[in-house]
């Protein structure tokens, strides 16, 4: 380890704390009306304003393993990733095993169901542990196979596969075996399927997770350095993240408006006004979609891939009142197709009613929201420069003096 007197590049910050001490300790045996005492807090309030503690902190545990994490810490990202790595390397096998064009024949509908079935078993496990809160890594690659899923769903549903509202898949076995085994074929066979697309998910997901575990099993096992380290992280990866937080709350509270609007009967005197509305919560739902499964974002990107879940399962009534979904999860409005849809299907869509595509959303952006402020409110109160903030300074030293 490291000593302090070795570190490199910290000698300003050494000499302008360690020469305050020194004055502190003048300044207190040479007075004895009580005024060095409150000379030796101010000039503690002022190296800790100033960042000279900040920047000594930093320059002491950057010469540590960035790494480093406690013993329960690893053990729990290890046992995460490892469920992500085996349960998309069993998608994977049971995407391709569908890859076989002998399979589709009557003689075969038996083994085909059960072939399909594995497959949706094995689909429902990669997205709930690579989705995870704990497998932040794997999060954004979920997110899109869950959106190729949604791109998918009229197919699926002609052979008895549908997509619940928290993007999991179910089949039908009866429906299944007497849908047109063409459907099924074009489903997972050739290059662009929607099984290859699947498969292609599946390694990505499984190679993340592999990434994820080589690095944890080189990482710094410490109990007592991990802390302070992430108290003294990159300042600019804090202020990243910070502004996409703030992005998350905002956007989720105008999300939440919108909704609101669209279950305003007086939204629906006119064409404009509605249009008005749904362009609205499509230009919020982007951007909090887009804010939610940002890298900078780790904690959101849960609850971000449940919004695209919610989206994809009503993909077709989206689509009947105008509203696209790309195979990222984004909308679109077609001004000509809101404007021929049926209004009683908007509001539908929108209703106060806990199975409505509104409902769903709304409960999510709340999640959203409050993921947010909570992270804000846990953002550090050291500034760039390692300074602390007026706000925080204020209330800290309020009583010092």
Not at 28 to 48: R, V
Not at 79 to 98: E, F, P, R
Request: charged content about 20%.
């Amino acid at each position: 380890m490291s000593s302090i007197g070795s570190l490199s590049n910290s000698s300003s910050y050494y000499s302008t704390l360690f020469s305050s001490l020194s004055s502190t300790q003048t300044s207190s045996t040479t007075t004895s009306d009580g005024l060095g005492a409150i000379y030796s807090n101010l000039t503690e309030s002022h190296n800790i304003k100033s960042g000279t503690y900040y920047n000594l902190l930093k320059a002491y545990y950057s010469q540590q393993d960035s790494n480093s994490l406690t013993e329960e810490e690893a053990a729990s990202s290890k046992s995460a990733y490892t469920k992500v790595q085996t349960a998309a390397d069993n998608l994977k096998d049971a995407s391709d095993a569908l890859d076989d064009s002998s399979l589709y024949t009557s003689e075969n509908i038996d083994t085909l169901y059960e072939k399909v079935s594995d497959f949706v078993s094995s689909y429902n496990s990669t997205l709930n542990a690579a989705g995870s809160d704990e497998a932040s890594a794997t999060n954004k690659t979920a997110l899109n196979m869950a959106s190729a899923t949604a791109k998918s769903i009229k197919q699926l549903s002609k052979v008895g596969i549908s997509v619940s509202s928290d993007g999991t898949l179910s089949i039908d076995e009866e429906a299944f075996k007497s849908s047109d085994l063409s459907d099924i074929k074009n489903l997972f066979t050739s290059t662009n399927s929607y099984g290859s697309t699947i498969s292609s998910k599946a390694s990505i997901i499984s190679n993340t997770a592999a990434s994820k575990l080589e690095k944890l099993g080189k990482a710094t096992i410490s109990k007592t350095n991990s802390y302070v380290s992430s108290i003294v992280e990159s300042s600019s990866d804090e202020e990243e993240s910070e502004n996409v937080y703030s992005t998350i709350k905002s956007s989720a509270s105008k999300v939440q408006s919108d909704i609101d609007a669209l279950r305003d009967d007086s939204t629906y005197q006119n064409s404009t006004s509605i249009y008005t509305a749904l362009s609205s919560f499509v230009k919020d739902y982007n951007t909090l979609l887009s804010a939610g499964v940002s890298e900078d974002a780790a904690a959101a990107n849960s609850a971000a891939l449940k919004l695209v879940t919610s989206t994809g399962g009503n993909y077709r009534n989206l689509e009947n009142i105008g509203i696209s979904v790309d195979e990222d999860g984004v909308l679109s409005i077609d001004k000509s197709k809101v404007n021929d849809a049926d209004i009683d299907d908007i509001k539908a869509l929108f209703a106060d009613d806990n199975s409505s595509y509104g409902y769903q959303i709304d409960v999510k952006a709340q999640t959203l929201e409050s993921i947010a402020s909570n992270k804000l409110a846990d953002t550090t109160i050291y500034s760039s420069n390692g300074s602390f903030s007026s706000t925080s300074t204020s209330s800290l030293f309020s009583t010092t003096v």
